[in-house]
Every structure is written in structure tokens, then in C-alpha cells.
């Protein structure tokens, strides 16, 4: 007899961006002028330098002599070479680096090489994808009624320490980092993340560094936790081209799994990318080693340069009217606190109903980000500067 997955079951409700796009469509129904603060998802057009390179590798495929077929599973040379160089400054080898779809089902499927009774620690609030997928790979009992899952370490992320995950009481074997951490905006500094090398190190656990927004940083916070000594023992990085260079619909990312980590996990990746990926599409693989060229990288500068002009611009607006901010210095988000103790959700509801606002409900993050709603500011100038407007009225309204 069939019988489903029982790890499924004890999901919460739907996925987070799932919940929020069924309240957004019913409440387009009376207002249709939307405006979006919701997924972080980029705004701006794919660079032409990477447009050309991608036709380009199509054109390459349609000729006799230049088609290809399936490419290797971990990504080509040509992209890998690259950003060892210049990502890593070839501190990393080319073959540490493992080309994927995204950094999102990465994250996830790295559980697969665990030991089903390993234990996972996880900063609260956080990027959703870490904890479900911590619940399917069974590593947690159910629900409890706080919205914790039992067996599961949360490192509760508040405005007493900064939003930095402190260090857990207990051992862990498996600890998920996000820096700049989504949703919070916040970036571990390299002191910081020298205690949690040193914790790996002692505790003989590994660290799933997810980078995905490390292009944002404007602080002096570490890129890479390969920026610290001896994390290639601990350490595992995600990285991802989808928000640095506007890759969301097209999807590439990448992993690094050092050689020197204490248990064998480099083998074990490779084994898996060879058994279940086909790698991603050669055309894209080409539009991704792009942005490392000289016209690429200063299309994406001003691509950068100009979405921290825009969380700059909604972070003053903000604090503006009074609201309580975090965040938005290393990240295009903004953490920001609910008014009169409102729940996040409830919060969220009030600025869809009245000010026709879609953002995220920090309690959707983990239970310690109950109370704050998450900004992203990928928005444009334009309907920044409408979102704005409207609270300003809703202000005087109260
Ligand atoms: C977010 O809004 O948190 C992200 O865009 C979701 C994602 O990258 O999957």
C-alpha cells in the first residue's frame, strides 16, 4: 500500500509566499493598484552583456559544430574557473564549486548527506525553505504549540542581541546561517562568525552558510565565511546569481563544498548532483560566467548601487512616519516593527485592507519574528514613493 511521506503532515499551514499571494489575490478583487513589498524578487531588467552571452550560447547549440548536449552536473569549467577567481579570489578550487538551479533547493537538498538523528539548529527568524525542509528530512517532531518544532534548536534573533543568532546552549551537528540574513536585513560581522567557526570546530558540526545576498553588504560584515580561518573545515556556502545579477527566471546558484570539511561531504555532493541533476542549461551557465566580465559587472554595479538607493529611500520613509526599523544597510529588506503590538499577520492584513501594501509577516520567519513585517525593497523609485504617500495618509488618519 501507498502511503504519503508523514513528515508532510506536519508542515504548517501553506508555504510562507503561497499564504501571501491567495490574501493579495482575493484583496486585488476590491483593490487592483497593488502595491508590492512582498517575495524579494529583483525589478530590474536582465543586464544586456548577459542577454547577449545567453543568445549567443543559443545561437552555439542551433549551429553542427558548436551543439551540445547534457553538460556535467556540477556546472562547466568555464563558469566555475571564474568564480573561484573572482569570488574567492581562488581560494576556493574550481572543483569545490558546484553550479545549481538555485541556492533555495540547495539549501534544502544538503540535507540528504546528514545522518537522520543529526540535530539542526537554525537562527529565528529565518528563510523558511531551512526549517521545512528540516521537518521532511525528519529530523523534528511536530508542531508545538508556539510554533516550534520539537527537536529542533531555534536561535532566536531579537532586537536585545542585534539579531544575531547566539551561540546554542546544547550540541548541535547541523546549523543554518543566512548573512545577510533574510528576513531581518542583518549581517553577521566577522566576529561573530568567528564564534560560530569556533563552536563547528569544538562541536565537530557543520555551518550551511547561505550567502544569497551578500552582493547588498555596504558594511564591513564578511562576504564569505571562508573569510574566516579554518571555516572550510566547518563550512558550507550557497551562493546565488538570482538577486546579485537579476536571475530569478532564469535560475543559477551555486555551492561550495571544500575538500578539507571533517567529514567527507564534497564526495557525497558530487555523488548526488551525478545521480539526480542534469545541470543547469548551457546558455544560462554562459549568461552567469557574463557577469564577472568587465561591461557585466558594471551593468550590475549600477544595478546594485541603484536597489540600495531604493531601500534607502523606503527606510527613511519609513522611519519617517515613526516606524520602528531594522536591517536595510547589508540588504535590499527591511525589518520593520508592527505599531500597538500588533501581530504580524495582523499587521500585514491592516496594510493590504488600507493602504493596499503587500509585504511579508515577520511571524511567517519563525516565531521570533513575531510582532515585525518584512520590507523588500527591490520595488521601484516610483512605487516606493506611492507606498509612502499612502501610510503618510493613513498616519493622519489615526
Ligand atoms: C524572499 O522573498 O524571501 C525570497 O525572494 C524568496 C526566495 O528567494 O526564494
Known amino acids: 500500500m501507498a502511503e504519503i511521506n508523514p513528515h508532510y503532515q506536519k508542515l504548517k499551514m501553506s508555504y510562507l ?14 483593490n487592483p493598484d497593488l502595491l508590492n513589498f512582498g517575495i524579494g524578487d529583483v ?19 542551433g549551429e553542427t559544430n558548436t551543439h551540445r548536449g547534457y553538460g556535467p552536473g556540477g556546472g562547466y569549467s568555464f563558469l566555475r574557473e571564474k568564480i573561484a577567481q573572482h569570488d574567492f579570489s581562488d581560494q576556493i ?11 533555495k533547493s540547495d539549501s534544502a537538498n544538503i540535507q540528504e548527506l546528514f545522518h537522520p538523528n543529526n540535530i539542526v539548529a537554525l537562527a529565528d527568524p529565518t528563510y523558511p525553505v531551512y526549517i521545512d525542509s528540516t521537518v521532511l528530512a525528519g529530523r523534528s517532531k511536530e508542531v508545538s504549540e508556539n510554533g516550534t518544532y520539537e527537536g529542533v534548536t531555534y536561535l532566536p534573533c531579537t532586537e536585545e542581541n542585534n539579531f544575531t543568532p547566539p551561540l546554542p546552549s546544547g550540541a548541535v551537528d547541523v546549523i543554518y546561517l543566512c548573512s545577510p540574513n533574510n528576513p531581518t536585513g542583518v549581517a553577521l560581522t566577522k566576529n561573530a562568525l568567528e564564534k560560530w567557526v569556533d563552536y563547528a570546530l569544538k562541536n565537530k558540526a557543520i555551518i550551511l552558510f547561505d ?32 538577486k546579485k545579477a537579476g536571475f530569478t527566471s532564469l535560475g543559477c546558484a551555486y555551492t561550495v563544498v571544500p575538500k578539507d570539511l571533517h567529514i ?38 549600477c544595478q546594485i548601487v541603484q536597489y540600495q538607493k531604493q531601500t534607502k529611500q523606503l527606510r527613511d520613509g519609513l522611519q519617517k512616519l515613526g516606524y520602528t526599523l531594522f536591517g536595510g544597510i547589508d540588504a535590499p529588506y527591511i525589518w520593520c516593527k508592527a505599531p500597538s503590538k500588533m501581530k504580524s499577520w495582523e499587521f500585514f492584513d491592516y496594510l493590504l485592507e488600507h493602504a493596499g501594501i503587500i509585504c511579508t509577516p515577520g511571524s511567517g520567519f519563525g516565531p521570533s519574528g513575531e510582532g515585525f513585517v518584512r520590507f523588500s525593497a527591490f520595488a521601484s523609485e516610483n512605487t516606493i514613493t506611492q507606498a509612502l ?10
Not at 509566499?17 to 476590491?30: C, G, M
Not at 544569497?212 to 550557497?238: D, L, M, R
Not at 546558455?283 to 557577469?291: D, F, K, L, S, V
Open 93 to 103: 578550487s574550481p572543483d569545490e564549486i558546484f553550479i545549481s538551479n538555485s541556492a
Open 43 to 61: 525589478t530590474l531588467p536582465l543586464a544586456k552583456p548577459i542577454v547577449k552571452a545567453m543568445c549567443a550560447a543559443i545561437s552555439e547549440l
Open 17 to 30: 509566499f503561497q499564504e501571501i499571494e491567495k490574501r493579495s489575490e482575493s484583496a486585488r478583487l476590491k
Open 389 to 398: 504617500k499612502r501610510l503618510e495618509a493613513l498616519c493622519a488618519l489615526h
Open 264 to 301: 567527507p561531504l564534497h564526495s557525497l555532493w558530487k555523488r548526488r548532483v551525478s545521480t539526480k541533476f542534469n545541470g543547469v542549461p548551457y546558455p544560462i551557465q554562459r549568461g552567469a560566467e557574463a557577469t564577472y566580465s568587465e561591461s557585466g559587472k558594471e551593468v550590475l554595479k
Open 211 to 242: 550567502a544569497a545576498y551578500e552582493a547588498f553588504i555596504t558594511s564591513n560584515a564578511p562576504h564569505s565565511i571562508y573569510e574566516i580561518e579554518n571555516a572550510n573545515k566547518v563550512a558550507i556556502e550557497f551562493r546565488s546569481f538570482s
